[in-house]
């Protein structure tokens, strides 16, 4: 496999907010890296484990009225657990692994939209949480709140669609523009490490540019 010859694995990661098509990129992105030979592992935040589909139930769940620690706490658990459980023994074994969603999620969630508590203590708490494993490539996908939440509310494959979207989802739009806001904050200054992408393209267009991102990368380290 191409990633084994790497001599390590290579962590690429799928940012974005409700409804910005980051879960069907990371799927077309690992499809196609298996095509080329690579040995790649698809994973989610939150529940890319068994305890983490539990966790990601709670947290998404509208009939649960959680507090917002309560919130940042879950997120944490399941990524602690990810990290254990699937990213680092992948990473070890030299596949590239893609991921929707990381800590970078909360830190625009949880720390810039809800303001529960400062960047840089959140930061320092999430980095504990993952051991400070970090990814090398991170494709944030921007949309206009008002369209990605029409898609994500839409959506008939995602839980809680029937009932007005699921918890997070329900916050409105108003909250969705503060999640923008806080990853085109977060996200400029370092295009070495984070690629902004047009979200409101089509499928393909996207896929194209993030595939020869991503295998540019690939190639090159």
């Known amino acids: 496999m191409k990633a084994a010859l790497l001599g390590k694995g290579y962590f690429i990661v799928f940012e974005g907010s409700d409804g910005s098509g980051k879960s069907t990129q990371a799927k077309l992105l690992h499809r196609r890296l298996l095509s080329d030979g690579y040995d790649s592992v698809l994973t989610e935040e939150p529940g890319g484990t068994v305890v983490g589909r539990e966790i990601r139930n709670l947290i998404l769940n509208p009939q649960f009225k959680l507090s ?17 459980k699937v990213v680092r023994p992948h990473l070890k074994a030299g596949k590239v692994v893609v991921c929707s969603r990381y800590f970078y999620s909360t830190l625009v969630y ?11 203590y959140l930061e320092e708490l999430n980095l504990f949480s993952v051991d400070a494993v970090q990814p090398e490539l991170v494709f944030y996908l921007d949309i206009h709140p008002e369209e990605g939440l029409s898609k994500a509310k839409g959506s008939k494959v995602k839980a809680y669609h029937t009932n007005g979207g699921d918890r997070i989802e329900q916050e409105g739009v108003e909250f969705q523009k503060r999640v923008r806001e806080g ?7 370092n295009p070495e490490k984070f690629v902004v992408l047009d979200g409101s393209k089509s499928i393909d267009d996207i896929g194209r540019a993030v595939y020869l991102e991503a295998k540019r990368r690939l190639n090159l380290d």
């Open 68 to 84: 917002p620690k309560a919130e940042l706490f879950l997120f944490l658990a399941d990524r602690a657990e990810h990290l254990h």
């Open 110 to 120: 949880q720390g810039i939209a809800r303001k529960l508590a400062p960047l840089d």
């Open 183 to 189: 990853y085109l904050t977060l996200f400029s200054g």
